[in-house]
């Protein structure tokens, strides 16, 4: 776990989680290696009667109950299948509901198109908050 995030607009609690390679690599100053792989669970805000989300002691959101799950991976050589203006590096994603199934209603080119404007800090929102999480 590197790092958690309140998302307002869509009532989640998220956290974040990399694996021990990524941070590895991260501490030694190197980039992200293939191997890498990267994982958000969402969660459903708590709400309170009148559909606000409910914060903790420090204003952040209190977690319910777990609404899904996206991963990204990066291996070697992955990616080629996708156009240039969508590809992700050698990044690819998967989204997973509840029950850890593969949710089949995903669109999942969604995640190339909101990414590809990170391609110079290898296609990752949280970046810097998984280095700050390496120190």
């Known amino acids: 776990l590197y790092t958690t995030v309140d998302r307002p607009d869509i009532k989640q609690y998220r956290e974040l989680f990399a694996n021990a390679e990524a941070i590895d690599a991260l501490k030694l100053g ?5 191997g890498t792989v990267l994982t958000l669970v969402q969660y459903k805000a708590q709400l309170d009667g009148d559909g ?9 959101f209190i977690k319910g109950d777990i609404a899904g799950y996206a991963v990204m991976e990066k291996r070697t ?26 949710n089949e209603k ?15 800090q290898d296609f990752v929102f949280s970046l810097e908050a998984m280095k700050a999480a390496a120190r």
């Open 30 to 34: 190197k980039p992200l290696p293939s």
């Open 52 to 60: 606000n989300p409910k914060k903790d002691g420090n204003g952040r």
């Open 77 to 102: 050589g992955w990616g080629t299948e996708h156009a240039p203006d969508v590809r992700n590096g050698e990044w690819e994603y998967q989204a997973f509901t509840a029950d850890k199934t593969v």
């Open 106 to 120: 995903a669109a999942l080119d969604k995640c190339f198109v909101c990414h590809k404007p990170l391609e110079k």
